[in-house]
């Protein structure tokens, strides 16, 4: 996989899911599943690496339980349809009702397992990674994201959890690494927003940057603080009005706008800028080149839940810190 044929992350799968890895497994490829574990009467869920569609084959078969205990992760490989043998994990980093950011990064020998930035396990390979070209996952789960990082990109760099991209916003898969800084990629055209996790999901405190460049003929972009299909906050300027519109989508339901601003329209076609989010107890402040702009209470009250960045629009993009 190279980088004129980055994979766009599959956004908000249902699951049970099952989607092909294009080019299958290559040493070096990172694959990250952002999700939620459900509380429910089920007790596992599983992330499969198999080959093709059918189950017959499973290079790696990743299956956390929640047992009395704590619970524990089971590894295993099945070959012509019969299971090789268990290996345990005895810990449980997964808890229900909670996000998790699950990543697997191919190696030469094993596969490597963070969960929530912090490494889990390895998993050696029984049968020949490159023959995997599909990912499944079922059980107690419900997914916001499964991207795929290519090989050569996921070198750590200076700071923690920032990208820096160069490409227009009208459409870039969203990329992003555990624990890890991606070097200035080129995309392919794109075809969507642009989606990343957001580390640790929203809480007070929270810190999230979007840098970028507003567009000479810009009409609008926008940059949504999301829950899987909920939009906790949007933030969506409107250059045809100049406005900067804040709102909420809960259930498929738009709420009551906000566009207030103290000042004049704080972006400019053709020029710079840094917005800045900052989440507090009762809601978000946000400030454009350093200036304060608004105040936005807390719509959604789980913060928890909202776990993904996306940005759109006719801008470029240059940094996102999230």
């Known amino acids: 996989m190279n980088v004129s044929s980055v994979q766009p992350p599959f956004v908000n799968p249902s699951v049970p899911f099952t989607g092909s890895i294009q080019g299958g497994l290559q040493e070096g490829l990172q694959i990250t599943v952002n999700g939620i574990v459900h509380q429910s009467s089920e007790t596992r869920f599983v992330v499969n690496f198999q080959t093709g569609f059918s189950d017959q084959d ?8 929640f047992e009395e ?15 090789g043998t268990e290996e345990r994990k005895m810990q449980m980093p997964f808890q229900r009702g909670n996000p998790f950011e699950l990543c697997f990064l191919v190696q030469s020998k094993e596969f490597q397992v963070t969960v929530n930035g912090d490494f889990f396990t390895q998993y050696s390979h029984r049968m020949p990674f490159h023959k995997v070209d599909t990912i499944s996952v079922t059980g107690t789960v419900g997914l916001t994201n499964i991207s ?20 227009t916003m009208q459409s870039v ?21 642009y989606f990343t996790p957001i580390q640790h999901a929203v809480h007070p405190g929270k810190r999230i940057a979007v840098s970028g460049t507003v567009l000479p003929s810009a009409q609008r972009f926008h940059i949504n603080l999301r829950s899987g299909s909920d939009i906790a906050f949007q933030i969506n300027s409107h250059f045809d009005e100049n406005s900067v519109v804040r709102n909420t989508r809960i259930n498929g339901s738009w709420g009551t706008e906000e566009t207030y601003l103290p000042g004049s329209m704080p972006f400019s076609r053709g020029q710079n800028f840094t917005v800045r989010i900052m989440c507090e107890v009762t809601g978000y402040k946000v400030a454009v080149n350093g200036q304060h702009q ?19 629009g006719d801008i470029e993009l240059i940094k996102v810190d999230a």
Do not use: K
């Open 58 to 65: 499973i290079a790696f078969h990743f299956n956390p339980r």
């Open 69 to 83: 205990g704590g619970g524990y992760v089971v590894c295993n490989t099945r070959q012509r349809g019969t299971w």
């Open 148 to 167: 795929f990082q290519p090989p050569g990109f996921w070198q750590a760099r200076a700071a923690p959890m920032t990208q820096t991209v160069t490409h």
């Open 173 to 193: 898969p969203g990329q992003m690494l555990c624990n890890a800084v991606v070097p200035p990629v080129m995309y392919p055209s794109p075809t969507s927003p």
């Open 294 to 312: 608004f105040d936005y209470n807390h719509r959604l009250l789980d913060l928890s839940a909202i776990n993904i960045l996306e940005v759109g």
